[in-house]
């Protein structure tokens, strides 16, 4: 079946313009991740959505990032007054239940630059 | 807080055994996986430890001490193509997961 999929996979924007970032997860996934990479290091959580709980939102870096979940399914980042430092690969992953089973299962990626 | 350190840089000849180690700083945890990220690509799991003990799965295998807060993937029979960047992840309550900061492998020929 289809995978994580992701859109649009390459966005450059302009510093303190808004942009949206999509998710579309496996198909019947309850659990939805969002990460950032920036180049050559680790994953940073960001925010996450297990079916129609509250998100946890701990990881999200200022007020100027916000994520909706709409119908259990899709999910979009924006990120607002975009800065330069908000540069990097934004990831999102889904899995079956988020009930600490270990295997999430990644989109290819948005590469964002802020220029 | 929660944390996992694991070595920057790895280097392999082609057909050994290498071991990727991770230590990590937690109050708490479901389990430790492994992902693997090749250059431009998605993470991809490989393996996940709830328990202690030794988890194979080909030439792939995992470890995980929660009395000594430490995992290792471990890849046999190395290949060419297994060069790219390992992450260890703790799966953690709340079911957060967080990343250490990844391991790139380089093997040789």
């Known amino acids: 079946g289809a995978g994580v999929s992701q859109s649009p996979s390459n966005k450059v924007t302009e510093k303190g313009k808004d942009v949206e970032l999509r998710c579309d997860p496996i198909?019947?996934?309850?659990?939805l991740y969002w990460y950032r990479q920036s180049l050559g290091q680790g994953l940073e959580f960001l925010i996450y959505?297990?079916?129609?709980?509250?998100?946890?939102k701990s990881g999200l870096p200022s007020d100027r990032f916000s994520a909706e979940r709409t119908g259990g399914s899709v999910s979009t980042l924006t990120i607002q007054r975009t800065q330069q430092e908000d540069s990097a690969v934004y990831l999102c992953?889904?899995?079956?239940?988020?009930?600490?089973?270990?295997?999430?299962?990644f989109g290819p990626g948005t590469r964002l630059t802020v220029t | 807080g929660q944390s996992l350190e694991q070595p920057s840089e790895v280097t392999a000849v082609e057909g050994a055994i290498v071991q990727i180690n991770c230590t990590y700083q937690?109050?708490?945890?479901?389990?430790l996986s492994w992902y693997q990220q090749h250059d431009g690509g998605a993470p991809t799991f490989l393996s996940y430890?709830?328990?202690?003990g030794l988890e194979e799965t080909g030439r792939f295998s995992s470890f995980l001490s929660r009395s000594d807060s430490y995992g290792y993937l471990l890849l046999q029979e190395l290949q060419m193509k297994d060069s790219a960047s390992y992450f260890c992840?703790?799966?953690?309550?709340?079911?957060?997961?967080?990343f250490g900061a990844g391991t790139r492998l380089f093997v040789k020929a």
């Open positions: 992953a889904s899995s079956p239940s988020g009930l600490g089973g270990g295997e999430q299962y």
């Open positions: 198909s019947g996934h309850t659990a």
């Open positions: 959505f297990q079916g129609n709980s509250a998100p946890d």
């Open positions: 937690t109050s708490g945890f479901y389990g």
């Open positions: 430890n709830a328990l202690d």
């Open positions: 992840a703790l799966n953690t309550g709340g079911f957060k997961t967080i």
